[in-house]
């Protein structure tokens, strides 16, 4: 194809829009044609799909197409949900460099770095934010391990706390029609309520219908984790609030010997020595009045939460063995118990046990998240249908970008 490319008869607003963009950003109309056919080629599957002769969208099979963005992406579990669903990845951030090269790895991309010094106008259009944003200021370990070391947690603390306020920027700029929000349910009572009514209502003041639900993944997957899902619908593109509802958990329970290993490697065997030391633990907190201390697992039931911290020792999980000290989860297990695909060759773990532990102890539950986002599509398909354009349902406002660069 030749290097020139001319273009006959350009309709008058088209014309005239170019001008005025032009002028708005001091561009040369080549540099500026070329950027903005560069941004289309970004999200050609978000633009407008050829009519039908009856002037309905055409859509391939039952999938809607739509776009999203995998924010405080760990390893990419709203990403699998999302994806399993139709979704086209058009950005990422992650800072942490072992999730990136887990997320690189199994999904081919390396997230982009801190969120914090991204401009929103740098992040493409998208039809989903997806943000399980940073918990530990919140969770009920993070909260006492910062009051015990004398920090600030929540809001306050000003190094992780803030950045909720980042995905409100992002929202406000981008005006994504959906945001997909997930949090430790702690999140709901941490500050008696007020970190929950910030939330609230900064989400309320940029104009999103908000629906909010703790679910526990138990129903899923064999492990106890509850997790607060938060779903935002544009007020300026679901004029009425939508029919949303959040999903009914599945009606049989997964047990955890489902999702063991059947010869798993005697490293992971708790020495004597510790496993003495938990149970002196135990018992002392106990006399103490106090619940905390190891968890000894039920084969056939489900599991406490796995934390981003059980590499330190396991102990809120152990895996009771016949005539052996308990031994705590292998990392491919923990990637069976937080549901993430059971597939090594897609999937495989490229990190150090320590690194993998973290990873899947912050992650999301993807099928827990697939579900949720199975419930938002028909209220999105509702709305693409209604407008029966066939195009992408965002809807940009040219002044708030402009506002905020
Ligand atoms: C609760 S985890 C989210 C995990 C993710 N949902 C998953 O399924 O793996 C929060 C993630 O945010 C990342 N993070 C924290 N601050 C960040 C920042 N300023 N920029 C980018 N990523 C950040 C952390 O490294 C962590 O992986």
Known sequence: ????????????????????????????????????????????????????PAGRPRLSGERLPF???????????????????????????EWDRYSQRTYREWFHEVPRGDITKIHPTEIPDHDILAAGFPCQPFSIAGVSKKNSLGKLHGFKCTTQGTLFFNIATIAQIKRPPVLLLENVKNLKSHDQ???????????DELEYWVFS?????????????????????????????????????PKKQPALDE????????????????WSYLQEYAERHKEKGNGFGFGLADLRGVTRTLSARYYKDGSEILIPQRR?????LTPRECQRLMGFPDDPGSYPIVVSDTQAYRQFGNAVVPKVAAEVVRSILPVLRGEWERRNKGCLLKCPLPELEQAAV
Not at 259 to 274: A, G, M, N, R, V
């Open 213 to 249: 639900n703790v679910i526990d993944a138990a129903r899923w997957v064999p492990q106890h984790r509850e997790r607060v899902y938060i779903v935002c619908f544009d007020k300026r593109v679901f004029r009425a609030e939508p029919a949303f509802e959040f999903p009914e958990p």
């Open 259 to 274: 999702i063991l290993e059947s010869d798993p490697d005697p490293k992971y065997t708790l020495t004597s020595h510790l």
């Open 193 to 203: 309520g007020r970190t929950w009514q910030t939330i609230c209502d900064t989400l």
């Open 324 to 328: 052996k000290n308990p031994r705590r």
């Open 1 to 52: 194809m030749a290097s020139q490319l001319n273009i006959r008869n350009v309709p008058v607003d088209l014309r005239e829009w170019i001008q005025r963009e032009i002028q708005r950003t001091q561009q040369k109309q080549n540099e500026f044609l070329i950027g903005t056919l560069r941004q289309a080629a970004q999200l050609s599957y978000t633009l407008p799909l050829p009519f039908e």
């Open 67 to 93: 776009s999203f963005i995998d924010l405080f992406a760990g390893i990419g579990g709203f990403r699998i949900a999302l994806e399993e669903n139709g979704g086209k990845c058009v950005f990422s951030s």
